[in-house]
Nanobody
Framework: QVQLVESGGGLVQPGGSLRLSCAAS????????MGWYRQAPGEQRELVAS?????NYADSVKGRFTISRDNAKNTVYLEMNSLKPEDTAVYYC?????????????WGQGTQVTVSS
């Protein structure tokens, strides 16, 4: 069994910052790519950022968000700066993980980020 547990969401004013964390646990052999997605009410889930050896960002967050990972802790982070009201969404962690028996893409439960004055 593999679990992804996110933390760090909350309410922040426009222009503020938040740092999201996502820790993977369980019978992990190797974690390939990790990433963050978000879904606003009435919208489709969209990729925010992903990381393998390289990083990839949605155009809407380039220059404001930074993704990083700590392989020793099986954890991925999303540093979000200069937040805007349009960043309001539920943020989901995603990871492609190989266990002893299979390789699957796993999702976290989501953490709410609200940007409002």
């Amino acid at each position: 069994q593999v679990q992804l547990v996110e933390s760090g969401g909350g309410l922040v004013q426009p222009g503020g910052s938040l740092r999201l964390s996502c820790a993977a646990s369980g019978s992990i052999v190797v974690i390939y790519d990790m990433g963050w997605y978000r879904q606003a009410p009435g919208e489709q889930r969209e990729l925010v950022a992903s990381i393998t050896r390289n990083t990839n960002y949605a155009d809407s967050v380039k220059g404001r968000f930074t993704i990083s990972r700590d392989n020793a802790k099986n954890t991925v982070y999303l540093e979000m700066n200069s937040l805007k009201p349009e960043d309001t969404a539920v943020y989901y962690c995603n990871a492609n993980i190989r266990t002893i028996s299979r390789t699957l893409r796993y999702w976290g439960q989501g953490t709410q980020v609200t940007v409002s004055s």
